[in-house]
Structures are given as structure tokens and as C-alpha cells.
């Protein structure tokens, strides 16, 4: 499989043959006003441009995953440049209303055995946060991605650590997880995805694993940077199992 970081929370995964698209924010730099009541009032999202060329991201895309809604994950640029026939995944009936809504024809809610042009997609839990600002953050996913001439890869999405990731973790033993660890924040409520502790308690439920950290720089409410989580994993000594990619950068496994 090759993954490419494209910006955020945006993936281009090449996996058992097939070109894959998650959670596409896909405008170009500073289209949306910022976040309100978080950090960098003054930065206007997304903070950087794509990094390769809108239609070379789109380009023989064979299905696109989306784990929830937000902006940040699935954006007006996102519903204008793909193809309305796209097959799309959604992690519920209520997102799918929404985004037949927008048009697109070919849309599917994930289950724990969905199964796409020979490729396992089990969906999973998710939590946005921890405590009140669930209220706010709402219902999210990640995905599990399986197919027996690839290794195992778990795409968490808009989590923070909990059971709900420990428990994909323990019942697949992904030997690839990307995680959204950027520990964006409001002004109050903490971190509504993984900060750098979360990222190790990861690391110590699959030690062995390839850990790829995104979702990180990319937003005005974003709360850990990339050299810091680096510098995290240096002094905790797993370096060598993270990798915190620049926009555009890909790994193959």
C-alpha cells in the first residue's frame, strides 16, 4: 500500500490496487474564516495550500471515505470537484442524507463488513473529544482496512485515545495506524482529537506498529505541532515506530 498525507486529515491511499480518497478538505488556503473561540483568530483555513494539484488528487479515484462532516473533513471544494458518481462511504444514515444532498448518487453507509472491490471496511468508533464537548463535536469513525495481500491498516479519524480505539486495535492488530493528532482545541473543553499522550498510549497497544500522525498544522485550532510530538516520541523512545509526515509526503508498506 502507499499512503500519501494531502493536507489535514486528507489521505490518498493506494491499498490492494484500488485509489482511495478519506476525508477530503480540499480548498485552496484560506478559503474558509477560522474556527471561532480557538487560537489564531487572525489565520483564515485551510493554513497551507495542497500540496500537489486538485486533479491529480482526484484523479482515477476508485471510491472516497468520509469519517463525519466537519469542514475540516468534507468541504465545499470537496463537493464541487468530485465526480457526482463517485462511490462514496459515510459512517451513518444521517451523514449519507447529507451528502446525497449535495448531489453525489453513489453513497454507502459503512458497516463493521463492508466489503469493496475485494477490500474489508470495518467501521469503528470514534470519540471527539472527551466530556461536555461531545455535546458539540458530535458522532464520528475511522476505518480498518483489510485485504489479504496488504497488511492491515486502521485509519482512526476525529478520536481521542479510548477503549474504542484500544479494542480495533486488539481485535485486528493493524500493523499501519494513522491517527489525527493534532490535539486541536476550542478555548475550553481540551483536546477534541489525540494529543501526543494519546499518540503513546497507541504506540503501547501496538508496539510493533507503524504509527502516522496527521491532522496536525493544518487548521486555526490546532494545539500540537509536528516537531513537538517528534521531539514526545524521541523521549519516549519510539521514534522509529511514528512518522509525522509534510503535506504531500508518502510511505509505502
Known sequence: MNIQQIRNATL?????????LVDP???????YP???NAARQDQN?????LPVPLNEIIAGLDAVIVTHL?????????KEALPKDIKLFVQNEEDEKEVRNSGFQNVEVLQEDTVFEGIQLIKTKGEHGRGEILNLTGVVSGVVFKHQDEKTLYVAGDTVWYDGVEEPIAAHKPEVIVVNAGANQFLE???IVMDQEDVYEVHQAAPAATIISV?????NHWGLS??????FAAEKGFSSQLFVPADGESYTF
Open 226 to 231: 509536528k516537531e513537538d510530538l517528534k521531539s
Open 25 to 31: 478538505f480540499l480548498a485552496e488556503k484560506g478559503a
Open 45 to 49: 483555513n485551510p493554513l497551507d495550500s
Open 70 to 78: 466537519h469542514l475540516d473533513h468534507w468541504d465545499d471544494a470537496a
Open 215 to 219: 491532522h496536525m498544522e493544518s487548521a
Open 189 to 191: 473543553g481540551g483536546s
Open 34 to 36: 477560522p474556527f471561532p
Open 12 to 20: 490518498v491511499l493506494n491499498y490492494a490496487g484500488k485509489k482511495l
